[in-house]
């Protein structure tokens, strides 16, 4: 098993950086893939961004490419989530998930792991 800890969300300006991190318990990080998910008020969780356990492949929601990162350090056992050129509509909370041996997946269903989730609020 592995928990996740999400920080680093907080109020930003509108055109403005943030960069999220997710803490993993456990000896195996790097065998797991790894992804960041939002969920605004009012509406369904949805995908941003995964990075795979074996080749670090990454994978982005249209919404985002472009302007957000993901990328992984396995001897820190953390995620990262690198987000320029915020927007209003990107202001939700933000969780971490996780999944053993896994590559990639945008639906909400397949990941096991979560994490509480950090809050980000992008001011226009």
């Known amino acids: 098993q592995v928990q996740l800890v999400e920080s680093g969300g907080r109020l930003v300006q509108a055109g403005g950086s943030l960069r999220l991190s997710c803490a993993a318990s456990?000896?195996?990080?790097?065998?797991?893939?790894m992804g960041w998910f939002r969920q605004a008020p009012g509406k369904e969780r949805e995908f941003v961004a995964s990075i795979s356990w074996s080749n670090g492949n990454t994978h982005y929601a249209d919404s985002v490419k472009g302007r957000f990162t993901i990328s992984r350090d396995n001897a820190k056992n953390t995620v990262y989530l690198q987000m320029n050129s915020l927007k209003p509509e990107d202001a939700a909370v933000y969780y971490c998930?996780?999944?053993?041996?896994?590559?990639?997946?945008?639906?909400?269903?397949?990941?096991?792991?979560w994490g509480q989730g950090t809050q980000v609020t992008v001011s226009s």
């Open positions: 456990g000896r195996t990080f790097s065998r797991y893939g």
């Open positions: 998930a996780a999944r053993f041996l896994f590559t990639n997946s945008d639906y909400v269903g397949r990941w096991d792991y």
